[in-house]
């Protein structure tokens, strides 16, 4: 690979894009701006066998300690604007769904206000169908444009495969962009909604620290007594439990804090202490949120979805 696509960088560090910040280097990265620019670097990719990878916020990620090999892509400029149409709002998949709410609460777009509280990009919650406080991506999503090696194709949300927090989106396939579509309300009612939000978020989450999203899935087995996969934690005696430098927060127990130069190992290995903790007293598999990038030793009994 000596011949690289003008931009693309070796050995960039990653734990510097990610909100837990642990992992290694990425072999190639590139912050592609325009669609033309991020398609002619999956068909380079695609022509030179090179895995392709993305970063988002990287608020709900795990790199491998050992780096990534392959290209890891982070879209940006035109792929990270957002842009209000009527009461449409179109994004790149780059843009950070928080931004997208607000945008949306200055043109007075309800529907999406949920998103204040995803500390994502639209093209991570696409993938994941987030959700949030009874809101749900996949009921305001009007299009989204996916990038392969083969081009960009236009999806409707009934092509996407949804379920819960995630979407039948394939590796090698990137939102590149999405449309929301809106109902028209008061300005001022909106935004009052996502001060409200926040506030909720921030009474209830730990923030301004080196930390990532939900961990586990809120689980469905009714063995769980519908209790959240925070409450099952905290319940397992799992609220501020420590293995080497990762700890599950004080204030919330489905939250990973990085208290003292935690690895990606370290978070792993408090993960299925807190797993294992919670099946023993509950009889209940929680399953990882958390995604990854790279080689990153989960055990191989997880399921993952």
Avoid at 284 to 299: I, K, N, S, T, Y
């Amino acid at each position: 690979m000596r011949d690289l696509p003008e931009g693309v960088q070796r050995d960039y560090p990653l734990a510097r894009l990610t909100t837990i910040r642990t992992g290694g280097p990425a072999e190639l990265f590139a912050r592609p701006g325009t669609l033309a620019e991020l398609e002619a670097l999956l068909v380079w990719a695609a022509a030179n066998a090179v895995e392709v990878g993305v970063v988002g916020s990287g608020s709900n990620l795990l790199v491998a300690d050992a780096g990534v090999r392959g290209l890891v892509v982070k879209l940006d400029h035109e792929l990270s604007q957002i842009t209000v149409d009527g009461t449409r709002i179109d994004c790149g998949g780059g843009a950070r769904l928080p931004a997208v709410s607000a945008q949306a609460a200055r043109a007075g777009l309800s529907g999406i206000e949920f998103g204040v509280n995803i500390p994502g990009t639209v093209g991570g919650a696409v993938r994941m169908n987030a959700n949030a406080y009874g809101g749900e991506l996949a009921k305001v999503l009007d299009w989204v444009d996916v990038t392969s090696s083969a081009g960009t194709v236009r999806r409707a949300p009934a092509e996407l495969g949804f379920s819960y927090r995630q979407s039948a989106l394939r590796p090698g396939e990137i939102v590149a962009r999405a449309a929301f579509a809106l109902a028209p309300a008061a300005s001022a009612d909106v935004k009052r909604t996502l001060s409200e939000m926040r506030s909720r978020r921030k009474a209830a989450q730990p923030a301004g620290i080196k930390t990532f999203g939900s961990t586990f899935k809120n689980p469905t087995d009714p063995r769980a007594g519908r209790r959240s996969a925070g409450q099952l934690l905290e319940a397992a005696g799992c609220r501020g439990l420590r293995v080497g430098g990762a700890g599950f927060s004080d204030k919330h127990a489905n939250f990973i804090e990085n208290v003292a130069d935690a690895t990606t190992a370290d978070v792993v290995a408090l993960m299925a202490e807190g797993r294992r903790r919670v099946k023993e007293r509950f009889g209940v598999d929680l399953e990882p949120e958390v995604q990854a990038l790279g080689p990153v030793q989960f055990p191989s009994d997880w399921a993952r979805g």
